[in-house]
Each structure stands twice: as C-alpha cells, then as structure tokens.
C-alpha cells in the first residue's frame, strides 16, 4: 500500500468521524428542550394544578387508590420515573455493548421519550393521571437514551480530542433549550395576542419539545453507525444486570473512585438548580417572570461556559479544570448567601455565574469518565454514570430541606451545599486519573 492510499484512507477515517461527532451533537440539541422546557419551566406548576383540580376536599388526590397530596404528585411521579430508570438502564447497556447494536435501542428510547412528552398536549382538566404516566415514560426514556448517546463518546473522539467533543455536545444542549425556551415564553406570555389560553399555550410549549425531540433524532440516527462486539452473553434481568455491573466495576476501584467525587459534587450542582427558584421566589421575594429569566440566562450562558472549559481543559486538562469549576462553584453560593432580597439585578449576576460553570463541569466530567471506562463496556458502565446522575442525586435536596428545617433560613439551606463541592473536591483531587486510564486499559492522553 503507497503512502497516498494510506494517507487517503486516514483522511477519509478523520472525515467519517468528523461526520459521526457532528450528527452526536444533535441528539443533545435534540432532548434537552425536554429537560428545559418541560422538566424545569412548565411541567411541574402546570401537573400540580391538574392535580389540584382532580384533588378532593381533603386536597389529596388518589392514583390506584393510594392517597396522594395533590402538591407532591410531580414530585412522586419524578421519583417513580427515576426507579423506572434504575431497572431499565443496566439491561439497556448491556444489551447495548453484547450486540453493538446501540443505535435502534437510541431510536426506541428517543421515540418512546418524544411520544410521551408530545402526548402531554392532552394534559388537561383532571387529567393528572394521564401527566404522571407521561412523565414516568417521557423522564425514563430520556435517562436510557442520555446513557446511549454518552456511551457513543469514546468511540467517536479520540483521547485528545474528547473533552472539546464534550463540550461541544453540551453547547448544543444548551443553546437548543435557550432558542425553544425563548419561543415558549413568547407564546406563553403573550398567548391573549394568540387568540390561545395561558392553559393552551402551555399545553403547546409541552407538546413542542416532543415534536423537537422527535425531528431532531433524525439526525443522529442518521450519522451515527452501530459497531460490531466481540461479546455474545445474553443481557441478564435488570437487578441482576446492575449487580453484575457493580461487580465488574470492582475491577477498576480507581474508576469507582472517580464515579463517587463525582455522584458528591454533581448532587451539589443538581440541587442547586432545583432549589434555586425555591431561594429566588421564598427568600429574595422574586417573581416567577424574573426565575424564568434567569432560568434562560443560565441557558444561553451555560453555552459560552461549555466552550471557554473545554478550551482550559486543552491547556491544563480535565482534571484540574474540574477542580477549578468546583471553587467556582463554591465561591458561586457564597456569593447567593449575601443576596439582597427584591434585587433582581443581583439575581441575574448569580444565575450568570450558574451558567457559566455549569455546561463545563458537567461536560467535562463526561469526557473524563469516557477515558476510564473498559473498552467493550461503554453503555454498561454510562448506564451507572448515569444512575449517579439521575438516581442519586437526593443528599442534596435532603440536606437543603433538613437545614431549613433546622434553621427556618434558606441563606442557611443555599450555604450548606458547599459541603457537597468542598468533599467533592477532595475525593476528586484524590483520583489518580492516569493511573485510572491505564488500569481501564486505555490510552492515556498527554494532557488529563
């Protein structure tokens, strides 16, 4: 073979997995809107006032015969999808690595996802029921395709090159949610000039993240390629698959090591944006108008955020810039502790300062964990990464409400979540992640 065909074929090889990364970007432009719009803006206020509707004098409403407050129905069918996720996703993944067949299994989980979340334009009078089931459905599916289209990572971007991969994909998100959050809010606020009820509108701004999610699949599902295994078991049922998993991981105590700083500062990072609307609206006395801004400021920003840590991480690789994220982090809520209330000036620099930490963390920690994970075993070990993600991430609301319980002070519950990025911090600096990447069996890269 001459040293054009050869250098042919290596251009040809770059262009095909230049195409393959391009089409990966899409499924997070793709679903995020879900995450956005539906999970975080509209779902919750608008399931728990059909609840409140369908709820009897006592004010509880009653799936299966089981008495349910009205006002914690979203947050049980939220907690429900989560089990769901947790006996779904290691079948998935390990079906998904014994056959190399992971794109059907992405188009399943994106369609079923897509279709519930779409079928919440039905949301409407007492309906509740109908909302939970969706959201059980739409919340589940999006965890199995998230670990899908994670576990593509190290199989389309080099050592090099995975954190900007990353980065990039969590832009795309992110700038998705902000441009689909910007349209709902247009019709949502102005719905009378519509000719459509604020109740409609919402219904619209539900259904039109499925539709997205569902068009924009096409995408990936179109550019992605399956690989061939070199492993046949069969998948074992859920349970068994997880503790089949957790054995396996055991192999790789540095890799678990890495998993549980992370499973620590993501409950931070997670509980922080739950609760932070909780804090605008009860201790600072901010309107919802003025949370649904920075809501969107936190989108738009955490794009730029994305970006400008995966260009650190080139320079000073994953690890410390993760680090540097962490004390960013930090400094972030202790600068929300001092928080004039009524200011909503003060409130948009905090949520800048969310957005802008919170793309690159998250991204990062992504691509980071793709280089630990044993070659062969991609959705199976994603399938725990993101169970840390998703079905762990209760310490933090826990300790939030615990310590307002205690003290009758959200500045107290909002500053008590710092313990979460100081242990994360330790446990992560602890990590020897070269080591890790070697005992995985992968290549280390020059800069981690």
Known sequence: MGIDTVRTAGADETADRRREQRGWYFYDWACSVYSTSVLTVFL???LTSVAKSAADADGYVHPLGVPV??????????????IAAVLVMP???AA???TGRKKPLLAAAAYVGAAATTGMFFLSGDRYLLGGVLLVVANAAQSVGMMLYNSYLPQIAGPEERDAVSSRG???GYAAGSLVLIANLVLYSGHDSFGVSQTMAVRICLASAGLWWGAFTLIPLARLRDRRSAQREAALPGMRQLAATVR????????????LAYLVYNDGIQTVISQASVYGSEELGLDQSTLITAVLLVQVLAVAGALAM???????GAKRTILGSLIAWTLTLGAGYFLPAKAPLFFFVLAAGIGLVLGGSQALSRSLFSHLVPPGKEAEYFSAYELSDRGMSWLGPLLFGVTYQLTGSYRSAIISLVAFFAIGFVLLARVP????????????????
């Open 69 to 82: 407050r009205a006002g914690s129905f979203f947050a049980y069918a939220v907690s429900l999808s989560v």
């Open 433 to 448: 992640v070269r080591r890790a990447i070697g005992d995985a069996g992968n290549p280390v890269p020059e800069r981690i």
């Open 310 to 316: 995966g260009r650190l991480a080139r320079t000073y």
């Open 170 to 172: 969590w832009a795309f």
């Open 248 to 259: 396996d991981m055991r192999r790789h105590p540095l890799t678990v090591a890495f998993l």
């Open 44 to 46: 919750g206020p608008y």
């Open 96 to 98: 998904a690595d014994r």
């Open 91 to 93: 079948l998935v993944g």
